[in-house]
């Protein structure tokens, strides 16, 4: 007899993710779960599930979407697939079941704050603090300040709404757990530089500069001047960086630095070959001595290229760890983090945000003999000679495509200045968001 396990689904949708499967094509299957959107038959997308389950090794996700196949309308089993997704890295596939089960469970808090786990996951901020919101309403007795009101809190400042967030903070008491003292903390610490960036800055949705300050408490150096009016708001997509722009964000770290009144004594260089090469530009930028990095130096300017290219060096995931705590006066700049997927700590300063990058020096695209496209060999010069060629780069502003913002120099010290009372108060925790995104981040 045909096990119902093989059968393949009814809806065309999911009909093509098993397709998928029956080539072998797991990350097929799973991109086309996605893009099937919301609104399956949940025991038909468990049977996919479990199907591609079964073909990664995963067992527990496996199982759990065997027993919603079994039984599609028990709480239990409903709440033990969206676990298991969340757990798995799959959160996408895990809110409708989770929100079913919250349902059918009479909003269930553990329910609920596994839905929230998987909004949070996939960058929805804004439906975590409706489904809290209704619950606060439907289910106050089981609405916890913590972490249920936290997490309300944490949730409207990650969808840019700091005046519901201000009326959740103001009803929080203080936790009754000592486990929670950490995240009040940091909550306060976020609700304070917001009140510090909004005298510099409008912290609307497109105010990438505040928005990043407030969520994580990292300057932003420069804007990228394209895709403005499409929601990039100052993000780049792939970049092939330049000299130049590596001396406006050396320049805009030298403003910042002046503008908080930080004196820091010395830049210290990083093992890897692109930031050691910063690295020596910064000092000459900010007429400072540079010398090898020593953890826990105190009052000295840390200058990477790129953290994940950090990470990725001999011994670089020891000095990540040694960065994670600050030390009286230490500055971490980067001068590219990657928005899409931010590296393990978070930098004081940062000179752009983008999804990919290429360093000046590297293995650059361009115009090959023939007319098409070619990689071409990277820099293999000494690092202080390219190091130079940063310093006497030119550092006006690339006008882009022109529709967004200046992002003058006189603008940035203004927003240095509002901010220089919280800046260097934080933790370097890895934050995931740098707050309100282009949709086309979840594509």
């Given at each position: 007899?045909?096990?119902?396990?093989?059968?393949?689904?009814?809806?065309?949708?999911?009909?093509?993710?098993?397709?998928?499967?029956?080539?072998?094509?797991?990350?097929?299957?799973?991109?086309?779960?996605?893009?099937?959107?919301?609104?399956?038959?949940?025991?038909?997308?468990?049977?996919?599930?479990?199907?591609?389950?079964?073909?990664?090794?995963?067992?527990?996700?496996?199982?759990?979407?065997?027993?919603?196949?079994?039984?599609?309308?028990?709480?239990?089993?409903?709440?033990?697939?969206?676990?298991?997704?969340?757990?798995?890295?799959?959160?996408?596939?895990?809110?409708?079941?989770?929100?079913?089960?919250?349902?059918?469970?009479?909003?269930?808090?553990?329910?609920?704050?596994?839905?929230?786990?998987?909004?949070?996951?996939?960058?929805?901020?804004?439906?975590?603090?409706?489904?809290?919101?209704?619950?606060?309403?439907?289910?106050?007795?089981?609405?916890?300040?913590?972490?249920?009101?936290?997490?309300?809190?944490?949730?409207?400042?990650?969808?840019?709404?700091?005046?519901?967030?201000?009326?959740?903070?103001?009803?929080?008491?203080?936790?009754?757990?000592?486990?929670?003292?950490?995240?009040?903390?940091?909550?306060?610490?976020?609700?304070?530089?917001?009140?510090?960036?909004?005298?510099?800055?409008?912290?609307?949705?497109?105010?990438l500069r505040g928005w990043q300050y407030v969520i994580s408490g990292t300057v932003l150096g420069t804007l990228s001047p394209y895709g403005f009016a499409s929601g990039m708001n100052g993000r780049y997509a792939w970049l092939q960086d330049d000299v130049n722009q590596c001396l406006r964000g050396l320049l805009r770290l030298r403003?910042?630095?002046?503008?908080?009144?930080?004196?820091?004594?010395?830049?210290?260089?990083?093992?890897?070959?692109?930031?050691?090469?910063?690295?020596?530009?910064?000092?000459?930028?900010?007429?400072?001595?540079?010398?090898?990095?020593?953890?826990?130096?105190?009052?000295?300017?840390?200058?990477?290229?790129?953290?994940?290219?950090?990470?990725?060096?001999?011994?670089?995931?020891?000095?990540?760890?040694?960065?994670?705590?600050?030390?009286?006066?230490?500055?971490?700049?980067?001068?590219?983090?990657?928005?899409?997927?931010?590296?393990?700590?978070?930098?004081?300063?940062?000179?752009?945000?983008?999804?990919?990058?290429?360093?000046?020096?590297?293995?650059?695209?361009?115009?090959?003999?023939?007319?098409?496209?070619?990689?071409?060999?990277?820099?293999?010069?000494?690092?202080?000679?390219?190091?130079?060629?940063?310093?006497?780069?030119?550092?006006?502003?690339?006008?882009?495509?022109?529709?967004?913002?200046?992002?003058?120099?006189?603008?940035?010290?203004?927003?240095?200045?509002?901010?220089?009372?919280?800046?260097?108060?934080?933790?370097?925790?890895?934050?995931?968001?740098?707050?309100?995104?282009?949709?086309?981040?979840?594509?």
């Open positions: 007899m045909f096990s119902r396990r093989n059968r393949p689904p009814k809806s065309p949708e999911l009909r093509k993710a098993w397709d998928s499967l029956e080539s072998g094509d797991v990350p097929g299957a799973l991109r086309l779960l996605r893009a099937a959107g919301e609104d399956q038959p949940l025991a038909q997308v468990a049977q996919v599930v479990r199907r591609a389950a079964d073909s990664a090794g995963f067992d527990d996700l496996a199982e759990a979407a065997a027993a919603l196949t079994a039984d599609p309308d028990s709480p239990r089993a409903l709440h033990g697939f969206g676990y298991a997704c969340v757990e798995r890295g799959v959160s996408y596939l895990a809110v409708p079941a989770l929100r079913e089960a919250l349902r059918r469970s009479e909003g269930s808090p553990v329910v609920l704050r596994e839905l929230v786990s998987a909004y949070e996951d996939e960058g929805r901020h804004r439906d975590a603090v409706d489904a809290l919101t209704r619950q606060a309403e439907s289910h106050a007795e089981r609405f916890a300040d913590w972490p249920d009101r936290y997490l309300l809190v944490f949730n409207a400042v990650m969808a840019g709404d700091l005046e519901q967030a201000r009326r959740g903070h103001a009803l929080l008491g203080a936790p009754e757990d000592e486990v929670w003292l950490p995240a009040r903390d940091r909550q306060d610490r976020v609700l304070a530089r917001a009140a510090d960036a909004e005298r510099a800055a409008p912290l609307d949705p497109s105010d403003a910042l630095l002046e503008a908080a009144r930080a004196r820091p004594r010395s830049v210290s260089l990083l093992p890897d070959r692109d930031s050691e090469i910063l690295g020596l530009a910064a000092a000459e930028v900010l007429g400072l001595p540079a010398e090898p990095f020593e953890p826990g130096r105190p009052d000295t300017v840390v200058v990477a290229y790129d953290l994940d290219g950090l990470a990725a060096h001999d011994g670089g995931p020891e000095i990540v760890g040694d960065l994670f705590e600050r030390v009286p006066g230490q500055v971490l700049h980067a001068h590219a983090s990657c928005w899409t997927d931010p590296p393990a700590i978070t930098a004081d300063s940062v000179g752009v945000l983008h999804q990919s990058i290429v360093a000046p020096w590297g293995e650059q695209l361009r115009q090959g003999a023939d007319g098409g496209v070619e990689r071409g060999p990277a820099d293999a010069r000494p690092a202080a000679e390219i190091a130079a060629g940063i310093v006497a780069a030119d550092p006006a502003p690339d006008h882009g495509d022109g529709e967004g913002p200046a992002d003058t120099d006189a603008e940035f010290t203004a927003f240095a200045t509002a901010v220089r009372g919280t800046w260097l108060c934080g933790d370097r925790a890895r934050v995931r968001s740098a707050g309100p995104v282009p949709s086309s981040r979840f594509a």
